[in-house]
């Protein structure tokens, strides 16, 4: 056999066995289940992409033996992964979906207005992003108008605050380009509640994006509930050149005294945290942690947070809507 022909052939092997390490989520429809949530069970997990795969191998992920998967309007899934299929079906909740109403878009005349972001320049006081983490800031309603939301504002930093300063302003920035999730939340008693929509809202940010990120939702007819709504950014991972999810490993494994800590990526863009808004309209969740359980971002209930201790408490999102005149 010619070396030419034993190289096609190990190609052939590499690209199958790669293959079966990817895993499809799909509906029972047949559809495919885009951006599940993948966790194992200890504080760590990955994301499918938006065609509902995800890569997952016992040599990558040697001390996983269970995945637990779950997706706005499906059933949760448990499965064990030593008896993991390459394509898995998740059951949808009906009921859920069909409780998500479309509202029509009021007629008439509106009134543009603006919510300002709040930003700053300094690298050091920002939001280490990670997978793990979704952030969401409250709005309130303050009166009975609809108002229909357009744009989300938001501050982000892709670089230090002294760029220039150090000579590297002739250099070129480090290229990245990373997948975000946007959500919109209704007000559950001072907390994020039941989703607005199920439709799929993302973003790329890559080096060249903009500080203030003006990102356009007009299409998805979202209005602010009469107690308020909780607009929410998420990570989703580092993307190729064509917006593809890619399969990263979204920790790192510590070698310490106390045996291997796992510590999770960080992901640019950073996001900057203030000390600017009197009120505190912030909220965090942990994804892989305590079944993802919103908290209050403050010291009640974060421990050991630079940005605390700094006295920033919040993400200045900002918004543009349409406010319509009473109907």
Not at 124 to 131: A, D, E, Q, S, V
Not at 144 to 159: A, G, M, S, V, Y
Request: some cysteine.
């Amino acid at each position: 056999m010619s070396k030419k022909h034993l190289l096609l052939i190990c190609l052939v092997f590499i690209s199958a066995l790669s293959q079966a390490q990817n895993k499809t989520l799909l509906s029972t429809t047949n559809q495919p289940v885009s951006f599940a949530t993948i966790s194992f069970g200890n504080g760590n997990g990955l994301f499918a992409d938006d065609e509902g795969k995800f890569h997952f191998t016992k040599k990558l992920y040697s001390d996983i033996d269970s995945l637990f998967i779950s997706a706005l309007g499906y059933k949760d899934l448990k499965l064990a992964t030593a008896t993991l299929k390459d394509t898995l079906f998740l059951e949808s909740k009906a009921d859920l979906l069909d409780e998500v109403i479309v509202t029509a878009r009021p007629t008439g005349k509106f009134k543009e207005v603006t919510l300002k972001p709040t930003d700053h320049n300094d690298y050091y006081k920002c939001w280490l992003p990670t997978i793990e983490s979704e952030i969401a800031v409250f709005f309130p309603n303050n009166d009975t108008k609809p108002k229909h939301l357009t744009k989300i504002l938001l501050p982000i930093k892709t670089e230090t605050k002294d760029w220039d300063k150090r000579g590297k302003n002739k250099q070129a920035k480090r290229p990245f380009s990373t997948l975000f999730r946007v959500q919109f939340y209704k007000n559950d008693k001072g907390l994020p509640g039941e989703v607005l929509t199920y439709e799929k809202v993302i973003f790329i940010a890559t080096e060249d994006t903009k500080p203030i990120f003006e990102f356009d939702v007009s299409g998805f007819d979202i209005f602010v509930p009469k107690d308020g709504i909780y607009v929410s950014i998420q990570v989703l991972g580092f993307t190729d050149k064509n917006g593809k999810l890619l399969p990263n490993k979204k920790y790192k494994e510590v070698k310490t005294r106390r045996g291997i800590v796992k510590v999770s990526t960080t992901f640019r863009p950073l996001l900057p945290f203030t000390d600017q808004i009197a009120a505190k309209t912030t909220f965090i969740k942990r994804v892989f942690h305590n079944n993802g359980q919103w908290i209050l971002f403050d010291k009640k209930n974060v421990n050991n947070s630079n940005l605390l201790n700094a006295g920033l408490n919040n993400y200045g999102m900002g918004l543009k809507m349409e406010v319509y005149k009473d109907q």
